[in-house]
């Protein structure tokens, strides 16, 4: 298992261990130890590609594993683009162009702006909460990089709809269940205290609400039921 550590612009492993023995007069298990996978921990931030240590992330904000692969998938928020953590131990951009806009296109001639929340289906493909673009894209095994619902040319607001005519304000996060998919907006608008919400995206793009009123929802899950 992988975490991020944001502030300190590092991949960390947990060195899980296979059997824990829990006897009636011993205390709980303790947590497993971190050890540094990928990146330096408290070192300056950078966007470098490179094995291991030699890597350098800015606020890697969400990491999931790809099953086709076995890379680790990265939306490094603030270089504006996604990378890939090989199980070799090197680190390569993916897509984006490290430059905060939005531009369709294949590996680092597409950008993004601030990418946060991000799944990928059983395909490889990855579906990203761009949060900036206030648009959520789609990512493919190749690198093409795609509107997958909202606008392109970074407005807000609060539309359902379509693909095209779809309209977020900030989704930070996103998460699928069986062909579709859950993404929430910290904020309902661009005014501070305007609420946050749940969008329900089919895997055409099209939207609808399903929950209002939220404060600040930047993660997401879908239980069994969905």
């Given amino acids: 298992q992988t975490m991020t550590t944001t502030a300190s612009h590092a991949l960390l492993p947990f060195a899980l261990a296979a059997t824990l023995l829990v006897t009636a007069a011993s ?3 303790a947590m497993p130890a971190a050890t540094r996978l990928f990146g ?6 950078g966007d470098r590609d490179g094995t291991e240590a030699a890597a350098s992330f800015n606020v890697p904000y969400e990491l999931v594993f790809d099953p086709v692969s076995d890379d680790i998938v990265v939306a490094d928020s603030a270089n504006h683009n996604v990378r890939r953590a090989s199980v070799s131990g090197r680190v ?4 984006g162009s490290g430059t905060s806009a939005y531009a369709d296109g ?10 946060y929340g991000m799944v990928l289906d059983l395909s490889g493909n990855a579906f990203i909460a761009d949060v900036v673009a206030h648009t959520l894209r789609k990512v493919t095994p190749g690198a093409t990089v795609t509107l997958f619902s909202g606008p392109t040319d970074g407005s807000d607001g609060h539309v359902d709809g379509s693909a095209a005519a779809s309209r977020y304000t900030k989704p930070a996060a996103i998460c699928m269940f069986g ?4 993404a929430t907006e910290y904020e309902g608008s661009l005014a ?3 609420p946050g919400r749940v ?5 055409d793009g099209t939207s609808s609400t399903v929950a209002t009123g939220l404060s600040q929802a930047r993660s997401c ?5 969905g």
């Fill in 27 to 29: 205390a709980a298990p």
């Fill in 40 to 45: 330096t921990c408290g070192a300056a931030l």
């Fill in 92 to 95: 390569n951009t993916f897509a």
């Fill in 106 to 115: 294949v590996g680092i001639l597409a950008s993004f702006a601030n990418p």
């Fill in 179 to 182: 062909a579709d998919f859950h």
């Fill in 192 to 194: 501070p205290t305007s």
């Fill in 199 to 203: 969008r329900k995206v089919l895997a």
């Fill in 221 to 225: 899950a879908v239980s069994s039921g």
